[in-house]
């Protein structure tokens, strides 16, 4: 669904970019591969959010506390690649918009549910964010 859903973005801000999905087994290997300055950015999914955090260059407060990347862009300036985690945002939110019977599209920084206990069941990349 995701390609489908960057691909209309890109064409409704008038973005020259495509979002592909590629099956990846070795991240050491598609970096090495794909170190390609044409290639602006990618999406990191489980298995691979831990392993690509160690290739990136720089990454975001959330990826460093975490020790896990979901989104890498290739900075244009310098090309070293930026790694961010993302989920906790997603994460909160959803949290917050069922407690409050909501639906809330943006991705807040602060939360109301900042500390209160929240149970996550589940190990994976947003477990480790929240």
């Known amino acids: 669904k995701l390609p489908a859903l960057y691909n209309e ?5 008038g ?6 999905p590629l099956l990846v087994d070795d991240p050491t290997k598609f970096l090495d591969t794909y170190s390609s300055s044409d290639i602006g950015g990618f999406s990191v999914t ?10 990136c260059d720089e990454v975001d407060p959330v990826a460093k506390a975490t020790g896990a990347v979901n989104f890498v862009l290739r900075r244009q300036s310098d090309g070293k690649l ?7 945002y997603g ?3 959803a949290i917050e918009d069922g ?6 599209d943006s991705f807040a920084v602060s939360s109301r549910l900042a500390g209160k206990l929240v149970v ?8 480790k964010t929240t």
């Open 9 to 13: 973005l890109f064409k409704l801000v």
């Open 120 to 127: 996550v069941i589940g190990a994976g990349g947003v477990g």
């Open 46 to 55: 489980i298995p691979h959010k831990e392993a690509v955090f160690k290739y």
């Open 15 to 20: 973005l020259d970019a495509i979002y592909v």
């Open 82 to 88: 930026c790694g961010y985690n993302t989920d906790c």
């Open 99 to 104: 407690l409050l019977g909501l639906h809330n």
């Open 91 to 93: 994460a909160i939110s």
